[in-house]
């Protein structure tokens, strides 16, 4: 087991692969629900990268507690959002453990909506009458907040990806050669430009039939060889794609992700 203060530096792991309702669908007796394939069990969408300075978690899933423990992962550095819905954000009280060993406040990268989003739904994490009572253990955030210029965290420099994710504006990312496009309908032209020439891509890919916010498998596939990447990882997979049968349809060089999954930065 990692100390709290190890870091996980030149990999990223896949946290979960799954979407809002994650797989296995509650209440649901389709094969890939009860599939006994580990890489059939997808837990909400996210991932975490080893940097020179730390861990970096991208996204705060209602899963996040048993997804770092599961991986073995003692402390998270900073955190970096693309956007603000529930699937991605609901996780977020489990930050409160890492100020604590951190010794300060763990630094918050999003935009303006999703500092919005989290400042109402965790209202009582700014309350300074909570904050300042001896035992009022509330995540102790700093928040950083981004937009499309490029940046740096963790000392590693980060491009901001405008991404359409139906009718919401939200962000994927570029590190060096790996990008992270997850939640994406529409990639716009001047964005597809932004992701050329990439060793990996981790792209959202929802399912076979076509959805209003989301890639559908043939359109994720058409992304993927339209920019041509060194290996693309499928994610963000409801239950209507079964690990194994969908992966001996792809192309070469694409694959679905699962959790677990560990590739080197």
Partial sequence: ???????????????????????????????????????????????????PEGNLLIDTTPELRVQLLRERIGAIHAVLYTHEHADH?????????????????IPIYCEESVERRIRTTFDYAFDPAIREYPAGGVPRLVFRRIA?????????????????????????????????????????????????GLDVLILGCLRREPHATHLSLDE???????????????????????????????????ELGYDGMTIPL
């Fill in 148 to 196: 499309t210029e490029p940046f740096s965290v963790l000392a590693k420099p980060v491009v901001p990806i405008r991404l359409r994710h139906g009718p919401w504006s939200i962000l994927g990312y570029r590190f060096d050669r790996i990008a992270y496009c997850t939640d994406v309908k529409h990639i716009p032209p001047e964005s597809m430009t932004l992701l050329e």
């Fill in 89 to 105: 954000l609901f996780g977020l009280d489990d930050l409160r453990i890492f100020p604590e060993h951190l010794g300060h406040e």
């Fill in 1 to 51: 087991m990692l100390r709290r203060d190890e870091k996980i530096t030149g990999k990223l792991v896949f946290l979960g692969t799954g979407t809002s309702h994650g797989v296995p669908v509650i209440g649901c007796g389709c094969p890939t629900c009860l599939s006994d394939n580990p890489k059939n069990n997808r837990t909400r969408c996210s991932v975490v990268l080893g940097l």
């Fill in 220 to 254: 994720a596939v058409a992304v993927a060889r339209r920019l041509a990447p060194r290996r693309t990882i499928f994610t963000h997979m409801c239950h209507r794609l079964e690990h194994e049968a969908v992966s001996r349809e792809l192309p070469p060089g694409m």
